[in-house]
């Protein structure tokens, strides 16, 4: 039992692990601030979460954030969620989840380097996408023309209602103000709180950047030899040569800095590339071509729901008994589908079945 002894009480632990479990929490928080930059965010001076709450005996309040996402059931969803291809045939391409996994590591990679707080970094960039809607930003689009009279849709918006009202029933994950602060400014006209936020921000455009490039190659869409010279020569002429270019120039241009920065040679360079990508891939017609069914499906969908609010999981409907409005609850419920949770639900509310009765045909 590793020395570790049990008195038999509700819990199960004795009052001097209680107290050797709240050391090493205090530790951890101790240790932060002997081994933290100046500039990073320290878990004991977090602003704290909207309902307060006893803290673990172990874990710092970013860790807890970051282990309520992990195992919330919007991330779970992510995995069956579009990146950049719609329903793509083949092992290898990103979805939702690998996406947010590859933001995550590029993130922890460059807090580590910079001394700030990795765990609060790792919460940001775990929960940054789960508002994303199914089939990616053709769902988010579709999403934000069907309800641009009731506020419209944003992703990094939604991403914060999940956590603060959607997850667990309605009471939310309870996140402290920092890393939802960090998911909402996430994209890039948005300015964190946080370092960490400002990682997670630059992260986030690093991994799509170069795993869309890497996705699109594999799809034959575009080759490697089309991205522009003058682009290959400050960043690399592959995935992992842009993605070592990024993440260095990040560390060498932020250390010891208040702030979080890049060369203007690679930061220009960095957009270009993102210019190219919407230009190549992201409208391209073979890439996209299926982009139009989603618009009319999640309309359908949508259609159909305002119309039949009883139908809705009573998850959706309790939201409503507690004030919400029938716009905002049916577009929550379709931001939280997975692609083929609606495909599936398109086929059974939309399609009429076959009918027969038990073999006996009749004419």
């Not at 707080?117 to 996408?129: C, K, M, Q, S, Y």
């Not at 990616?136 to 944003?154: K, M, V, W």
């Not at 360079?269 to 017609?285: D, G, H, K, Q």
């Not at 009573?314 to 029938?326: K, M, T, V, Y």
């Amino acid at each position: 039992m590793n020395g570790l002894l049990f008195a038999g009480t509700e819990t199960g632990w004795n009052m001097d692990e209680r107290e050797k479990g709240n050391n090493l929490r205090q530790r951890q928080e101790e240790r932060e601030h002997s081994f933290l930059s100046q500039y990073a965010s320290f878990a004991d001076q977090s602003l704290g979460r909207d309902k307060e709450e006893p803290q673990c005996d172990i874990r710092t309040d970013f860790q807890r954030d970051r282990d309520r996402i992990l195992h919330c059931k919007a991330f779970r969803r992510l995995k069956q969620k579009t990146q950049v291809f719609l329903a793509p045939e083949g092992d290898h391409y990103r979805t939702r989840l690998t996406h947010t996994l590859e933001v995550a590591q590029n993130a922890r990679t460059i807090a580590r380097a910079l001394y700030l707080n990795e765990d609060l970094t790792e919460a940001i960039a775990l929960g940054h996408d789960l508002g994303h809607t199914p089939f990616g930003h053709a769902g988010e689009r579709a999403l934000d023309r069907i309800t641009e009279d009731h506020g419209g849709f944003r992703h990094n918006q939604q991403s914060v209602r999940v956590v603060e009202r959607l997850e667990k029933d309605g009471k939310g994950l309870n996140l402290t103000k920092e890393v939802r602060d960090g998911i909402l400014n996430h994209q890039t006209k948005s300015t964190p709180m946080t370092l960490e936020g400002k990682v997670v921000r630059l992260s986030d455009k690093i991994a799509y950047i170069n795993s869309d490039i890497d996705d699109a190659i594999r799809a034959g869409i575009i080759r490697e030899e089309e991205i522009p010279v003058e682009l290959t020569e400050v960043l690399g002429n592959s995935t992992n040569l842009r993605l070592n270019t990024l993440v260095h120039d990040i560390v060498r241009g932020s250390e010891g800095k208040g702030d979080i920065c890049m060369s203007k040679p690679v930061e220009k360079a960095m957009f270009a590339l993102r210019r190219f990508l919407f230009e190549s891939v992201y409208t391209n017609p073979l890439a996209k071509g299926e982009e139009r069914k989603v618009s009319n499906m999640i309309n359908q969908l949508y259609e159909y729901y305002i119309h039949n609010i009883e139908e809705m999981p009573s998850e959706f409907l309790d939201l409503i008994h507690e004030g919400e409005a029938n716009q905002r609850v049916v577009c929550d419920f379709i931001a939280c589908m997975s692609d083929r949770y609606a495909v599936n639900l398109y086929k059974e509310i939309m399609i009429p079945k076959s009918w027969s009765v038990l073999g006996v045909e009749h004419r």
